[in-house]
């Protein structure tokens, strides 16, 4: 076998590319063949052609065993020897969304991207894996890196910036490598979560602190980025994200405030467990809830539910709800005084 086709039926095996080695085996049949030993070739031919174990073609389940090295091995800040990341299974996110078809759509394209990564890599293309995630508190940037980590079967590395930023020179920027080799070595779905400073640090060209040496130095991470899994950074910041930015990660979009379809379907989702009164005027509530976080909804919705339980009726009412929408917008509307 010649030494070209010996490498790339190691880098087929290395990636874990079936389809790529499917096509090296025929492709060494057809060069015994060629060579004289046509003996040998019809009996790699007829090995090739015995019926094989079912198995999905693009598994989105990751191995097991990746999965408990994750959980076993979490880089380690260099001084400290604190874990820099925390880690979530699968089975422990939540995962439901409501959102606008148009973003729902970018979501399910970077789970259909990832799900058929071998196939498109049969064609010389890549999937989507590094992707930022802006717009409002409250709105599921967070929940929807929980999401596609559940979607992708992979765990969630949630990057601990309290314990990665430090005052020593250049001491962030070796743990934030570390984490990047982290996940190189395990299938994960690394989270950079409210990293506002990526978007602010390019900005303000006076910051020559450990925050813009960190953007600097994860500018150049992403560029290298060829982890198996996603990496998905998520910040407030809505305005002025430099256009550098969008130019490293391979999707950027805004996960918006939910409008009134969205408000509907979250009050609706969020109270599917529980009884209500007939009738509630839900065009009513969509309207005192206009403009109103996707978090403030699910919460108002949630504290009608308890209120209802808690008085024995177990019936969530109009009133309940009112009551609750009221009540978060109180709270919200100091939370914006102080
Ligand atoms: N689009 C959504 N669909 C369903 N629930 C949502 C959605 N967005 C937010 N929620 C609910 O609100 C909670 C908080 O959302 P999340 O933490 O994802 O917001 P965020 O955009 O990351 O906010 P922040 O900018 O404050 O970090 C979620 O755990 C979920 O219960
Ligand atoms: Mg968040």
């Known amino acids: 076998m010649n030494a070209d086709i010996l490498k790339r039926v190691v880098r087929a095996i290395a990636d874990g590319s079936q389809n790529d080695l499917d096509r090296l085996a025929d492709k060494i049949v057809e060069s015994e063949r060629l060579t004289g030993h046509v003996r040998l070739a019809a009996q790699l031919e007829a090995i090739l052609k015995q019926p094989r174990p079912k198995r999905p073609s693009a598994s989105p389940i990751p191995p097991i065993a990746d999965i408990e090295r994750t959980l076993k091995e979490l880089p380690l800040s260099r001084r400290h020897g604190e874990s820099l ?3 979530l299974t699968t089975d422990a996110l939540e995962h439901h969304m409501v959102l606008p078809k148009a973003i729902e759509d970018r979501f399910a394209r970077i789970e259909a991207e990832y799900a058929a990564r071998d196939r498109l890599r049969t064609f010389g293309l890549k999937p989507r894996k590094t992707i930022l995630l802006y717009g409002p508190p409250g709105c599921g940037k967070s929940l929807g890196a929980k999401r596609l980590a559940w979607s992708t079967g992979l765990p969630l590395m949630k990057v601990r910036f309290d314990v990665l930023i430090s005052s020593y020179f250049g001491e962030s920027a070796t743990n934030l490598r570390t984490i990047f080799i982290a996940a190189k070595e395990r299938p994960c779905v690394l989270l950079l979560d409210e990293c506002d400073f990526i978007a602010r640090s390019r900005t303000n060209s006076k910051d020559i602190g450990e925050a813009s040496r960190i953007v600097n130095s994860l500018l150049q991470l992403m560029e290298e980025y060829d ?11 809505e305005s002025s994200l430099d256009s550098a930015l969008f130019r490293r990660f391979d999707d950027v979009f805004m996960v918006p405030l939910p409008g009134p379809m969205e408000i509907g379907k979250l009050l609706r989702m969020t109270l599917s467990t529980v009884r209500l009164a007939e009738p509630i005027d839900w065009g009513a509530l ?15 919705a949630q504290d009608a539910a308890k209120a209802a339980v808690l008085s024995g009726r177990q019936v969530v009412t109009q009133a309940n709800l009112l009551q609750a929408i009221a009540e978060q917008r109180r709270t919200n509307a100091s939370a ?3």
């Open 85 to 87: 990341a925390t880690l």
């Open 336 to 338: 914006h005084e102080e």
């Open 227 to 237: 982890a198996p899994g996603l990496l998905v950074a998520t910040t407030n910041v």
């Open 286 to 300: 969509v309207e005192h809830l206009s403009g109103a976080s996707a978090a403030m909804v699910v919460k108002a």
